[in-house]
């Protein structure tokens, strides 16, 4: 069983930055690819970014690549996401996902994760 819980939401404008932060429990942490996915207001829940156990592979949405990233400290239990240049489009609940099984080919697919955090808003001005 694995927890996890979502930080770093708020209000930002346009072109500014946020940071995420997803803290799992759980002794087995770097058994889990982690994943972030968001859902805006009347959108189905869209993937955002992803990382490998090792924390060797990631993979991103084509609307967030060159502005997001993800990262993980296996020691911490943490998994991050910067978010830089941010638009209105980005705004949304974002999500923390774990998966045990998960593997790179499986990123992007929702049902292929085992946990969920409760979410974070994250919402950018025009």
């Known amino acids: 069983q694995v927890h996890l819980e979502e930080s770093g939401g708020g209000l930002v404008q346009a072109g500014g930055s946020l940071r995420l932060s997803c803290a799992a429990s759980g002794r087995t942490f770097s058994s889990y690819a982690m994943g972030w996915f968001r859902q805006a207001p009347g959108k189905e829940r869209e993937f955002v970014a992803a990382?490998?156990?090792?924390?060797?592979?990631?993979d991103y949405a084509d609307s967030v690549k060159g502005r997001f990233t993800i990262s993980r400290d296996n020691a911490k239990n943490m998994v991050y996401l910067q978010m830089n240049s941010l638009k209105p489009e980005d705004t949304a609940v974002y999500f923390c996902?774990?998966?045990?099984?998960?593997?790179?080919?499986?990123?992007?697919?929702?049902?292929?994760?085992?946990?969920w955090g409760q979410g974070t808003q994250v919402t950018v001005s025009s």
């Open positions: 996902t774990a998966g045990r099984t998960i593997g790179p080919g499986g990123f992007s697919l929702s049902n292929e994760y085992d946990y």
């Open positions: 990382i490998s156990r090792s924390g060797g592979r990631t």
